[in-house]
């Protein structure tokens, strides 16, 4: 079992950047594939960015990619998110997750494992 916490959210300006951090407990960090996903008020729960075990592999939503960078640090059992160029539609409250299996899945449904979440907020 893991437990996840975000943190690094916060309010921006469109085109400005912000780094989320996702801190992870337990020793077996690295046997996870994690995702980071995202929900907006009355919209469901969107993939952005996974990343493999090993950090070798990722995968983005088109609507970051060229713009969001997922990347992990097995040894101080983090996961981050950085993003560039933010606009008001980035605006949403920010989950990292992590799943067992080694597939970069998109679905929600397929993890295992969730923080509480950090607000981004994004204004025009």
């Known amino acids: 079992q893991v437990q996840l916490a975000e943190s690094g959210g916060g309010l921006v300006q469109a085109g400005d950047s912000l780094r989320l951090s996702c801190a992870a407990s337990?020793?077996?960090?690295?046997?996870?594939?994690m995702g980071w996903f995202r929900q907006a008020p009355g919209k469901e729960r969107e993939f952005v960015a996974a990343i493999s075990r090993g950090g070798g592999s990722t995968y983005y939503a088109d609507s970051v990619k060229g713009r969001f960078t997922i990347s992990r640090d097995n040894a101080k059992n983090t996961v981050s998110l950085q993003m560039n160029s933010l606009n008001p539609e980035d605006t949403a409250v920010y989950y990292c997750?992590?799943?067992?299996?080694?597939?970069?899945?998109?679905?929600?449904?397929?993890?295992?494992?969730w923080g509480q979440g950090t607000q981004v907020t994004v204004s025009s």
């Open positions: 337990g020793r077996t960090f690295s046997s996870y594939v």
């Open positions: 997750a992590a799943e067992t299996t080694i597939v970069l899945h998109t679905s929600p449904r397929e993890y295992d494992y």
